[in-house]
Nanobody
Framework: QVQLAESGGGLVQPGGSLRLSCAAS????????MGWYRQAPGKQRELVSM???????NYADAVKGRFTISRDNAKNTVYLQMDSLKPEDTAVYYC??????????WGKGTLVTVSS
């Protein structure tokens, strides 16, 4: 059973930065994409950013220009650099790996709180 483990969440002031990491417990064959989702209290889970195996990226409009996703295939790890954080970025952030056969792997989430 593959497990994904997120790290890097915490409390940060508005305008601050955090870097999230997500590593798989073992190599996963045929990974198509790695991504980050978030779920704020009382809201549905939403896609924040995704990076595919060819390096293509996409971002939610709300985070464009502030967040940067990257991946290290050798380490089965995906990162999310979050800058200029806003209170509305407060959420539990989940990483997701999706295989070419559409199998989804999810982490348990890491809490990001943006507050003064």
């Amino acid at each position: 059973q593959v497990q994904l483990a997120e790290s890097g969440g915490g409390l940060v002031q508005p305008g601050g930065s955090l870097r999230l990491s997500c590593a798989a417990s073992r190599s996963i064959p045929s990974i198509y994409s790695m991504g980050w989702y978030r779920q704020a209290p009382g809201k549905q889970r939403e896609l924040v950013s995704m990076i595919t195996n060819d390096g293509s990226t996409n971002y939610a409009d709300a985070v464009k220009g502030r967040f940067t996703i990257s991946r290290d295939n050798a380490k089965n790890t995906v990162y999310l650099q979050m800058d200029s954080l806003k209170p509305e970025d407060t959420a539990v952030y989940y990483c997701n790996f999706q295989s070419f056969s559409a199998i989804n792997y999810w982490g348990k989430g890491t809490l990001v709180t943006v507050s003064s």
